[in-house]
């Protein structure tokens, strides 16, 4: 399935391996490597991190997305689909240093909801959740700001040492 969803200044593409010099410039970012639990260390792992993320959409399990800004990568979004009943899926999402502070995840987010909660046009999910490290509140503004609330405290799970958040969305909800 080939998705790519836009706005007039945010496209949400899969990513390719044109993105490989790119994903590792960002995925080199201290701040980024702080909160998540994937690595890539160099352009050899950009290209097996992105045919990951293409055989995931291959199989279904996941929708990945480039965060594209003026035709550039500059961040990831995902769509975790689940694979028991129910109209849930997971969301999750990062930013590189080029996008932080600029409303760019938040809008991002924002689209991968509406399309995943459309049933004419996206997925037709009936709830969304999303995780994230409770020590990173820069993600708690974006969860909010896209209108997923928070639900619960998880307790550290691994590779993750410390709490999570888990925020969710309805699509009844809006």
């Not at 689209?111 to 994230?132: C, N, Y």
Request: glycine share 12%; with cysteine; proline share 5%.
């Amino acid at each position: 399935m080939s998705v790519v969803l836009t706005s007039a200044d945010l496209t949400l593409r899969p990513w390719t391996a044109d993105d490989a010099a790119a994903l590792a410039s960002l995925a080199g970012d201290e701040e980024l490597r702080r909160w998540t639990s994937h690595r890539v260390d160099d352009l050899d792992d950009a290209e097996r991190w992105i045919a990951a993320q293409e055989e995931g959409r291959r199989t279904g399990a996941r929708l990945s997305f480039a965060i594209d800004v003026g035709g550039r990568a500059v961040g990831h979004i995902v769509l975790k689909r689940s694979a028991g009943p129910g109209g849930v899926a997971e969301v999750g999402y990062w930013t590189g240093a080029p996008a932080r502070g600029r409303g760019v995840a938040s809008r991002a987010l924002e689209m991968l909801t509406v399309w995943a909660f459309d049933p004419g046009q996206g997925e037709g999910h009936t709830r969304l959740e999303l995780i994230h490290n409770a020590g990173n509140p820069a993600s708690c503004r974006v969860a909010e700001k896209a209108g997923y609330v928070l639900r619960a405290v998880l307790p550290p799970r691994s590779p993750q040492p410390l709490e999570g958040h888990l925020h969710a969305r309805d699509r009844d909800a809006g």
